[in-house]
């Protein structure tokens, strides 16, 4: 791997080393181009989208194009996978539990049935007798049922970093600096990106900077519209080492004080094992900027958490360990799932930055990788992106609001 800083012009300038900025780096330069990673932090950080330990994969998606996306991700997972010893991707499972069709819940299960039974993705109907009887969720009301869907499960964040990491260094084509933070980005006949400790030059830019994208895009006029939303997480250590469970949703009816979304994972080897992670799928600390941070986890957010564990699951300690969060941002549009598009303006109209953000994306890291070098080389890619463009993407547009919305 070339570490040395230089001035040289680079086919490819990455700025931000996370799982999608790497994933690209590898793709791209098993395709020849010379590349520079730039990331304003150290490697494996725990500042933006990627922070933690475990993601879950799934399938189902009440959108057609997602459910997709997520089968024609396998084969890239797959593919990473031969590179690693551990394991990256668990086939536990996914289910999802709660009510079917209401207002309150947006219809997710319904509609994810639906695309599922389009699509032919296999899956199990459940009762709500019989997701008590088999995965031992307390207290479910009687109008709750579900589905099991065998093909999900728990991503390994650190290991699937890690291992892309690998795969760039094991190029003479890829330059890592780390700790050197962006401050501008223009273009003239060339790409030219200034930072704290020098300048460097490409032919294109590939921008995976998640939640501080507009720091870097602004120089366009250019600002996406998304809520940087501060998740919290915690871990529940199981009081019998026998029990597990796969990776789930459920969706509880709203209350004045409770948004209902709550979300967990099996017990997970590489992350606190005996214990199960579990966090709520909604934030009450949502800002515009990531530098607006909290410093600790929102109370209220964990004491529902610890509320709503008390009541639905018996086999784990009530008491939160290892209590964590993560920036997520999210765009404001409730059909938006992700940006990924050109950055063209009047002056420039060529396919030569190109910037990904947002969304709950790790399910889609590696066929993601796959994107961005067919568009960086080719301009144009095999896959449906048409749902992911910059349509929203003007300052004057209204920032919205939806405290009720999913983060994925």
Known sequence: MNTLKNKSIY???????????????????????????LEQYNFLNQFSSSAGDTRQFRLQYSEDYMTRLSLE???????????????????????????????????????????????????????????????????????????????????????????????????????????????????????KVKTEKGEYHSEKLLLTTGPYINELINGFNLELEYEVWQMVSAYFKL???????????????????????????????????????????????????????????????LKLTVDWV????????????????????IPTKTSKKMFLDFITTTVNQNKNILAFSSGWAFKFVPLLGKICADLLIDGQTQYDISHFNFNDKFKDERFQINKRRLPF
């Not at 086919?11 to 990673?37: E, F, S, T, W, Y």
């Not at 009541?311 to 941002?329: E, G, H, M, N, W």
Request: glycine content about 6%; some cysteine; overall charge negative.
């Open 11 to 37: 086919d490819l300038l990455i700025i931000g080393a996370g799982p999608v900025g790497l994933a690209a780096a590898h793709k791209c330069a098993q395709r020849g181009l010379k590349i520079m990673v």
């Open 73 to 191: 991700s396998i084969k890239y997972w797959d593919e990473i996978q031969e590179h690693s010893k551990d394991i990256l991707r668990t086939k536990v499972g996914s289910l999802w539990l709660g009510v079917d069709e209401s207002s309150s819940s947006e219809g997710q299960i319904k509609e994810a049935i639906e695309t599922m039974d389009r699509l032919k993705v296999p899956f199990e109907k459940l009762t709500k007798k019989e997701i008590e009887a088999v995965f031992g969720f307390n207290n479910l009301p009687d109008n709750y049922d579900g589905f099991f869907q065998k093909d999900g499960g728990t991503i390994n964040v650190p290991a699937t970093v890690n291992t892309l990491k690998k795969l760039c260094s094991e190029s003479s084509l890829v330059t890592f600096l780390f700790d050197e933070k962006v401050t501008s980005v223009a273009l003239t006949d060339t790409v």
């Open 239 to 301: 009081k019998d080492g026998s029990r597990d469970l796969p990776s789930w949703f459920i969706y509880e009816n709203e209350s004045d004080s409770d948004p209902g979304f709550y979300y967990g994972f099996e017990n997970c080897s590489w992350s606190n094992p005996g214990f199960l992670r579990i966090a709520p799928a909604f934030a009450t600390d949502r800002f515009k900027k990531p530098g607006e941070r909290k410093p600790k986890a929102n109370i209220n957010d």
């Open 310 to 329: 008390k009541k639905r699951i018996p086999f784990v300690d009530c008491t939160p360990q290892y209590i964590s969060t993560c920036l997520a941002s």
